[in-house]
């Protein structure tokens, strides 16, 4: 309901500034995340791999610490915390801090979020997984270089081979077609390695 998510909003920016960026951070990444996934993020915040992207102030100048916002939010009522697990305690409010990132901020904040996380994966695959979702959304309409395809593709790759091995096909399926999605019309010839990997 649309009076319900202005009510949410308008409480939303009352809050302190570094919160309302968290919260940001942590709507991209669905109605749930594990606090060691934003403390991955919140490293590569203060690396400055993510900046100006939230629409809430100069976030290159704010230093985030998430472990203190996180408990903050669940201070707040904004989110549960059950184990690792921080959840927003409604989906309306999570859906209602996303939509207030700008429209023309989102896609860049999800590839941006995505690529600091392959940085620290570490051959983590829950971690690789979170950071390919993040880039396939932000690919979503995208226009890509021919770089961007074949590295994007590549991710989709590694991916999937880590959700066959988890016997998760029908997640190892979805990343085989979008690592698809991303190749050149011209992939047997520019891409064979890449494109064979994917149709095998």
């Given at each position: 309901s649309d009076g319900v998510a202005e009510l949410l909003a308008t409480r939303f920016n009352q809050l302190p500034?570094?919160?309302?960026?968290?919260?940001?951070?942590?709507?991209?990444?669905?109605s749930q995340?594990?606090?060691?996934?934003?403390?991955?993020?919140?490293?590569a915040i203060e690396a400055g791999a993510i900046q100006g992207l939230l629409g809430?102030?100069?976030?290159?100048?704010?230093t985030l610490n998430m472990q203190d916002m996180l408990q903050m939010a669940t201070n707040e009522g904004l989110m549960e915390k059950a184990g690792p697990l921080y959840q927003f305690t409604h989906d309306i409010l999570q859906q209602t801090i996303y939509e207030l990132i700008p429209n023309d901020n989102r896609k860049l904040?999800?590839?941006?979020?995505?690529?600091?996380l392959l940085q620290c994966a570490e051959n983590n695959p829950e971690v690789h997984a979170i950071a390919t979702d993040q880039i396939n959304i932000s690919c979503k309409g995208a226009?890509?270089?021919?770089?961007?395809?074949?590295?994007?593709?590549?991710?989709?790759?590694?991916?999937?081979?880590?959700?066959?091995?988890?016997?998760?096909?029908?997640?190892?399926?979805?990343?085989?077609d979008a690592g698809i999605g991303m190749l050149e019309a011209e992939c047997w010839e520019k891409q064979y390695s890449l494109s064979l990997e994917l149709f095998e």
């Open positions: 500034l570094p919160l309302m960026q968290t919260m940001k951070i942590a709507s991209c990444l669905g995340v594990e606090g060691s996934i934003l403390m991955r993020i919140s490293n809430a102030g100069p976030f290159s100048q704010i904040l999800h590839k941006s979020l995505g690529m600091s226009i890509l270089s021919p770089e961007e395809r074949s590295l994007f593709a590549a991710i989709n790759v590694t991916a999937a081979k880590a959700s066959l091995e988890d016997s998760n096909f029908e997640q190892a399926r979805s990343y085989i």
